[in-house]
């Protein structure tokens, strides 16, 4: 009796192991773009990756356009530990206002620059302040540099914007920079803003080009500036709630894969750079490029007055440009 009690505990041991040996790994990731965003196709290179280094048992399921809903709720669900996973852009400031010294204009000067500061001491400084938050970065994916585009004419210097409505995310900082600028500037979710375009509720909005692409702006706005007045960290999150139960081999195996994530992101950012303003060009839009340095000079005072308010930000834009 004793040796059948003995054997029934041992298989039972072993069922047991196997069964947890083998248990699969499923998480959501939700992502404001659709399936032709470099948001969407990097979060999908990242879940791939996991998927393959964990032999099939880290499964990652992207949602794309906004489909769990919004980014500002898509962050307070990460915290809370209803979501596991998102891609958020500029609504990061709605929880820690300091970041929003990456979308200074013109902080950035180059994708180099931008490799040095978000894989240095910047990106550690991001890193800490998120998971005080309840967020844990596992890459900081390409956003891609912003370009203006309207209805009304081609945006040359800021005084071209001058009564033109804009259309911004939700940032104070990306109001105040469009409103210096001479814009009517006003923020709205992305999800309606190719609705808002198409009936004029708003006149332009600016994006990295890819997104023009994506969201078919194309068919309700007429010129695209280049202007490049800041680029967009996109930052893979996870809620920490969700991070901290898991296997220091499991945390390894997606910031290996966020890391693969990344550079697959830079490499589409590169590629939509110089091929999408042809493609829209083809789409009938007009495309010129700006007077950068005329947009530089009008930038001083967005950041001179984001820095007298942001103490905290000070520390981060000396971190960003100590990385030039």
Known sequence: MKNII??????????????????????KTNVPGNKESIAYKSAQKFADEARKASNGEINIKVFDSSALGDQVSSIQSMIAGTLDMATVETPITTIDSALGATAL?????SRDHI???????????????????GLVVLAYL???????????????????????????PGSKLRILTFNTYGANASPLPFKELYT??????FDGQENPIIWVKS??????????????????????????????KLSSKDKEILQKAGQLAKDYSIKLG?????????????????????????????????????VSKEKDGKELIKLIEDSK
């Open 6 to 27: 003995k054997y029934t505990v041992s298989l039972f041991c072993l069922i047991t192991f196997i069964v947890n040996a083998n248990a699969e790994i499923s998480f």
């Open 196 to 201: 808002a375009l198409s009936t004029k509720t």
């Open 105 to 109: 204009p013109y902080i950035f000067i």
């Open 115 to 133: 490799e040095k500061a978000l894989s240095g001491k910047a990106g550690d400084w991001i890193q800490k302040r998120l998971n005080s938050k």
């Open 270 to 306: 590169i590629e939509a750079d110089s091929k999408v303003a042809d493609f829209l060009k083809s789409k009938g839009m007009k495309v010129n490029q700006a007077n950068a340095k005329s947009f530089v000079d009008a930038s001083r005072p967005v950041w001179d007055e984001w």
């Open 142 to 168: 390409e956003g891609g540099f912003r370009h203006i585009t309207n209805n009304k004419r081609p945006i040359v210097t800021p005084a071209d914007l001058k009564g033109v409505k804009m259309r911004t």
């Open 215 to 244: 969201q078919k702006f194309y068919e309700v706005q007429q010129y695209l500036s280049l202007t490049g007045h800041v680029y967009t960290v996109t930052y893979l999150l996870m809620s920490k709630t969700k991070y901290d």
